[in-house]
Every structure is written in structure tokens, then in C-alpha cells.
């Protein structure tokens, strides 16, 4: 259970798009579209933003979207805002029944 | 409004054990699988451990199988995770959650794990 690999930070400035990239294996990024990302502010509990790789929850702008090819999957925030300045973290299902989470991005709006 | 609600953390000595609980509320809980997930001091997220909505199935992380046990009272709106043979690394912000589909939706603010002599 090796935690996928996501950039430690990503930076843009406001209404630049950025893209945040998470990949793992066949076991879990490419072998299921079962692909998570979470918004986490400091001090909060993480928010769900994508789920099923390219799924919006209600509630959730636009803005974001998710994509995946083969082994990797990516996040992409569209129109910055300060507000997005946050850490993302991706998570996958993998074959043994459990979830793997990322190793977080710091994304710095400049 | 979904609201889940972590109580049970605290300071324990390594080798000891602790029982964390969730109240959840706002919704069917017994229509659910739950999850607990961890965040140690300035690090990222672990999923821990999950349940499907009878309890009938569960699953664990290696860090922490044969020694974490997850269960759920459905009568009391109410998830639980029993932590024995505590580590200092099992030291963390413990969340529970409710899943969606296979995606974490609602989490909770967490109760604090802190494992130390």
C-alpha cells in the first residue's frame, strides 16, 4: 500500500489554470476509475471535490475537473481564486479492498 | 445536515489501547459504509480502516491490521474503532467519514491520538 505520488506545492496566479498530477499503479490509479480528490484549508476536515475520477459532488464549482490516463490521474483548477490556495490530496481504490491516499500538494495562489 | 462527530482521543502510553467513536447524524446511517481516516501532525492523509453498512465486511490498512478493529452500531447512529498496541506513529487527527459510493464524502473534525511515554 505505497501512498500515490502528487508535487509536494503548485503555484498559479489568480485566473491561471493549474494541474496537479497523481499516479500510481495498476493496482489501484489504473486499474479502477475509482480516482478522489480532497481540498484540505488548515485546520479544516478535508473536502470531497472529485470522485469517480471526473465527478462533481452538488455543490462543487466547475471549475475543478479530473481526468486519468493510464496509471495517472490529474486535478485541474480552472479561473484560480485565492480561495483554492489549499492542500489537495488524491485517494484511489486499489485491488486489495482499501484506499490509498496521495502525499498532499500545496497549492499557493500567487 | 450530515454531521459526524469523533469523541475518544487522547494521551496513551505505547502498548496501550484506546476506543474512538463517531456519532453521525442527518442521515440513514445504516444506508452507509464508513471510514476511518488519519492525519498525523503536519502530515497527509491515511486511510485506516472501512466498513460497509451491516458491518459484514471490513478492511484495514497493513500499518495497522491485527490490531485495529472497526465496528458500527446502527441502533446508536455509531462507528467505532478500537486501537490496541498503540505506537507512537499510530500518533494522529483521526477522522471518520461516510462514504459515497467509493469516495470519502463527509468527514467529520476529527478526535487526536497522541501515543507517548
Known amino acids: 500500500q505505497s501512498a500515490l505520488t502528487q508535487p509536494a506545492s503548485v503555484s498559479g496566479s489568480p485566473g491561471q489554470s493549474i494541474t496537479i498530477s497523481c499516479t500510481g499503479t495498476s493496482s489501484d490509479v489504473g486499474g479502477y476509475n475509482y480516482v478522489s480528490w480532497y481540498q484540505q484549508h488548515p485546520g479544516k476536515a478535508p473536502k470531497l471535490m472529485i470522485y469517480d475520477v471526473s465527478k462533481r459532488p452538488s455543490g462543487v464549482s466547475n471549475r475543478f475537473s479530473g481526468s486519468k490516463s493510464g496509471n495517472t490521474a490529474s486535478l485541474t483548477i480552472s479561473g484560480l481564486q485565492a480561495e483554492d490556495e489549499a492542500d489537495y490530496y488524491c485517494?484511489?481504490?486499489?485491488?486489495?479492498?482499501?484506499?490509498?491516499f496521495g502525499g498532499g500538494t500545496k497549492l499557493t495562489v500567487l | 445536515e450530515v454531521q459526524l462527530v469523533e469523541s475518544g482521543g487522547g494521551v496513551v502510553r505505547p502498548g496501550g489501547s484506546l476506543r474512538l467513536s463517531c456519532a453521525a447524524s442527518g442521515f440513514t446511517f445504516d444506508d452507509y459504509g464508513m471510514s476511518w481516516v488519519r492525519q498525523a501532525p503536519g502530515k497527509g492523509l491515511e486511510w485506516v480502516s472501512g466498513i460497509n453498512w451491516n458491518g459484514g465486511s471490513t478492511g484495514y490498512a497493513d500499518s495497522v491490521k491485527g490490531r485495529f478493529t472497526i465496528s458500527r452500531d446502527n441502533a446508536k447512529n455509531s462507528l467505532y474503532l478500537q486501537m490496541n498496541s498503540l505506537r507512537a506513529e499510530d500518533t494522529a487527527l483521526y477522522h471518520c467519514a461516510r462514504d459515497q459510493g467509493v469516495a470519502q464524502k463527509d468527514w467529520g473534525q476529527g478526535t487526536l491520538v497522541t501515543v507517548s511515554s
Open positions: 485517494s484511489s481504490y486499489t485491488s486489495s479492498s482499501t484506499w490509498v
